[in-house]
């Protein structure tokens, strides 16, 4: 672990605000995939019921969790320099503390945001409550409050992610396709994600779309269009006015090949793109699901959820590999100058070694 860290350190010696920060994005929720514990045998599980709970691991607290999540950062040319941690709730909670005496910072927490900013990686603290309450935008508060409280130079906080996707109950058009059903339930909704944004600031909010918020009918090229903020007279998609109240998007593409992935990304792309005044930190994303989904298309995981084997086939789309998933954002990123790729999420399975297509990543990586 320490030859890691000097070696990184060497390879990539820079600050987070001196970082370009033009890499691809990364999931890191706070359990991962762990292929060589014995219950499992090598398969995702469906669900971390019962002892399918031992077949995931901790994705940063501990030293050895890091080195390989740095490593998995720094696969040769096809860098990571930004990442949406999740766990943080709890850990700092009381403004920026992890006690409600506000007297501990967690060193867990400072030791990640040290090691990111060495190696040049910034870190998000991501949040994902997924309720009509918007539960996220109170909780946008502590990462500066931590920053204030707990914060040094080198361990601070560049942003908030909220992963919030209660749109999904609330998108239903009518029957002709028109967006009259849930106008003033998704007007309350905008109005919780910019409470989220002021909230977070000064740091960068980052939020996740899913690909067919935009629409009615995609196929139809419906729009799902709305007036916000009410009686502002300001009428746009959903997505769009979604891009426009927060810093960066990922679009949630929930495809493997190649021109769908184009397809899906481009209406919160053009969004981005007309977006006016974004700052140096705004970015867009198209994130590839690696972890096991229900149809094989939808994502580069070697098997879909519940197998029995670790590789099943799929006859859809680019293959479901590390490989595969970098051919697809190489596609997108041609398409749409000025996209990145995202990844969701860290062991799950990238870097997991969960077959050889998803291999473990060095830990002394050679440019």
Known sequence: YVHFLASAALLHATSATDCNDDGYSM??????????APHCGGIYPPNKDGDNASCFLHNWETPEARAKLWASCFNPG?????LFVSDMKNRIQ???YSDAAQTTCDTDVLA???EAHQFGVRIYALFSDSQVGFNESYMAEYPKKFNQNCGTDNARFDGVAVNNEYFTNIKNCD???ENTLFVTEQQDHLDKLQLTANNAAPLPLHFSVSWNWHCCSCSGGQPRNLEWPANSGTIKTVVAHMVDIVDSVDIQVAYIKNSTMVSRSTPAY??????TGKSNTSRVYTLAYTNPTSLCQTSFSPHIEGS???EDSCSIGNPRTESGMYQGFDHVESQLPGIKGGIHFMNGDYGSGITPGWPVHSSNPTP
């Open 27 to 36: 999931y890191v929720w706070s359990r991962g995939f762990d292929p060589s």
């Open 78 to 82: 096809r860098e990571i320099t930004r």
């Open 94 to 96: 009381f403004n920026g």
């Open 112 to 114: 990640l945001l040290v």
């Open 175 to 177: 029957a002709n396709n």
């Open 270 to 275: 053009d969004d981005w793109i007309a977006k």
């Open 308 to 310: 029995t084997i670790a």
